[in-house]
Structure formats: structure tokens, C-alpha cells
């Protein structure tokens, strides 16, 4: 394995918003290279602890190695973040001073070709996946997927306007030659967008999100993830997550939302009946994003937004 290089994204605004406490015990569910996880142990020290997950072998060897001077305080296991619960029972782990979730894909695996995560790298196998020993990948998407399945998917995991006329090339070309490449992918992506379309940006990139969510199944689960994880923090306790596009964003939101508010109940009911209680203090009223100087230095950190939140009971 190559180094496992990647800037994280408003580190300093993950760390202060976390309000890390000596001797906490954290979560964090994406651990990456171990760069936030790093600094929830260094700021939680000397008796600190951390729960980390991820499903990237190599990620999960560059952490380990990263974190090894806090020897005896840290476990990383792989899993998918959505199996917290699982994770801390077998941790022994009852409540959290914190959780980190981070939903950005690395540095180290756009930029490494096997990967097949990246646009810009045309000879690239169709990959995708974070966990690279399951799973369906995105040439078995590309090539398996009906012409209204990969429509459904561009248009609602990418938000692609050509959705439609995309999806039916990919069918078409399939037909001569089965897609194996990003090169191929892309291409079939330019010849549906009308060029007055191609103008600002590479415009690949939305189609190559889509498929990439679908393979990894990101969006699945992660409401509930989010109000369970929330949850199983100490009063005061903070969940500090980072989005990366709107779809993740809005999840997130939705799920501060309800933890935030104390009743549920139909509105035209005389009293409360559901006894739901005020759960979560909004540290973030708006999502907080890179500063102009991130992003000039990490053009990765421009499309993120971070929430916080407080348990308060």
C-alpha cells in the first residue's frame, strides 16, 4: 500500500466542535488515515479512549499505524459506522462523550487508480467500493443495471439533470462493448450532455457520485444512524458530522430536526400524548463550511458542511 495521504477537512472546527474532555470516550465511524481520530486522542489524553470503524482495509492499517503511540486506547473495526450499535456492545462500551462522522471519500482513494473512484483517471478499473473484499461494484452497476434503474439512481443519487439520456447510452453502448473502465464511463457521460452543459466543470462528476452511493449503499440506514448514534451519547456528549453533498446533508438535518423537538403529536390533538422529549441542543443553526484559506489549499473541503449537536439528556 502506497501512503495513505489525505487532508482532513475542518479538522480544527471537527475538534472544537466535539469539545473533546480528558479522559472521553469517542466514536469515530469513518477513521480514514486516522488524522481526526488522532486529534480526539490527543486532545483526550492521558485516559481518553476511541472507537473507530471503517471498512478500507488500507485505511484501517494506515490508522493503526498512526495511532500507535496511543497504544491500549484505541480499537478499529471493520464495519460499516451504520453498525455502531454492534460495534460498542462488543467494545463493551455503554455511552460516548462524542462521535465523529466523516462521509467524504479519502484523498488516498481518489487519487489511487485501482480504486476506480475518480474521474479524472480514465484507465481505472469501475470500482467504487470502500470494502474491496464484498460487494457488487460499479461495472456490475454499469453493465447489470435496466435503463430505468441507472436513470432512478443518476437522477436521485446525483441529482443529474440528464439523468434519462445518459442511462439510455450506457444501455446502447453496452450492447457493443461492456463498460470496464472510468474512461468509458465518462465518455458516454460528455456524449449525453448537451455541450452548452459542459462548460462548468467536469461534468462526469455528478454521475460518478451517484454510482459510487449506490455501491456502498451510503444513504441507506443513515437516518436511523444518526438519531442512534445521537443517542447513545452521555448529556452532554456532542456528534460532529461532515457532508459532503446535499442528499447526505439533508438526512442529517432531517434527523437533528426530530431529536431536537419535544413533541411529535398530531398538531390538532388538545395535549401531548407521545411524551417525546427535547433530546439534542443544535450547536450549528447553519451548517459550517471551510474557510476560504481550506479551501484555496484543499479544493476537497468545498462542497463540505459540518453539524454539531449536544445531547442534553
Avoid at 107 to 122: A, H, I, N, T
Wanted: hydrophobic share 35%; proline share 3%; with cysteine.
Amino acid at each position: 500500500m502506497k501512503n495513505f495521504a489525505h487532508i482532513p477537512v475542518m479538522f480544527e472546527e471537527c475538534m472544537a466542535g466535539l469539545n473533546i474532555k480528558d479522559g472521553g470516550i469517542y466514536f469515530d465511524g469513518t477513521v480514514g488515515g486516522g488524522n481526526h481520530s488522532y486529534g480526539i486522542l490527543q486532545r483526550s489524553s492521558p485516559n481518553g479512549k476511541l472507537i473507530a470503524t471503517d471498512l478500507d482495509d488500507d485505511a484501517i492499517s494506515a490508522a493503526t499505524e498512526k495511532l500507535s503511540e496511543f497504544s491500549g486506547r484505541f480499537q478499529i473495526y471493520k464495519s460499516d459506522y451504520k453498525n455502531f450499535e454492534e460495534v460498542l456492545d462488543k467494545a463493551a462500551i455503554a455511552r460516548l462523550d462524542g462521535a465523529l462522522l466523516d462521509f467524504g471519500v479519502s484523498s488516498y482513494q481518489l487519487d489511487c487508480e485501482e480504486r476506480g473512484f475518480s474521474y479524472m483517471k480514465p484507465d481505472a478499473p469501475l470500482d467504487m467500493r470502500m470494502n474491496r473484499t464484498e460487494g457488487i461494484t460499479a461495472e456490475d452497476v454499469l453493465n447489470g443495471y435496466s435503463q430505468k434503474e441507472l436513470a432512478r439512481i443518476l437522477r436521485d443519487y446525483g441529482e443529474e439533470k440528464f439523468a434519462g439520456a445518459i442511462a439510455a447510452n450506457i444501455v446502447k453502448e453496452r450492447e457493443n462493448k461492456r463498460f470496464t473502465t472510468c474512461g468509458q464511463f465518462v465518455e458516454v457521460i460528455e456524449k449525453s450532455i448537451p455541450a452548452k452543459f459542459r462548460q462548468n466543470g467536469p461534468c462526469a462528476r455528478k454521475s460518478f457520485q451517484a454510482v459510487r452511493i449506490e455501491v456502498n449503499g451510503e444513504l441507506d440506514g443513515l437516518y436511523d444512524c444518526v438519531l442512534g448514534l445521537t443517542r447513545r451519547l452521555k448529556k452532554g456528549g456532542r456528534i460532529a458530522i461532515l457532508t459532503f453533498h446535499s442528499l447526505e446533508d439533508r438526512i442529517v438535518k432531517q434527523a437533528f430536526k426530530l431529536l431536537e423537538c419535544d413533541c411529535v403529536c398530531n398538531k390538532n390533538l388538545p395535549v401531548c400524548v407521545c411524551g417525546k422529549q427535547k433530546e439534542i441542543e443544535i450547536i450549528t443553526s447553519k451548517p459550517i463550511t471551510a474557510t476560504l484559506k481550506e479551501m484555496a489549499v484543499n479544493s476537497r473541503s468545498k462542497c463540505a458542511k459540518l453539524r454539531i449537536a449536544e445531547k442534553i439528556i
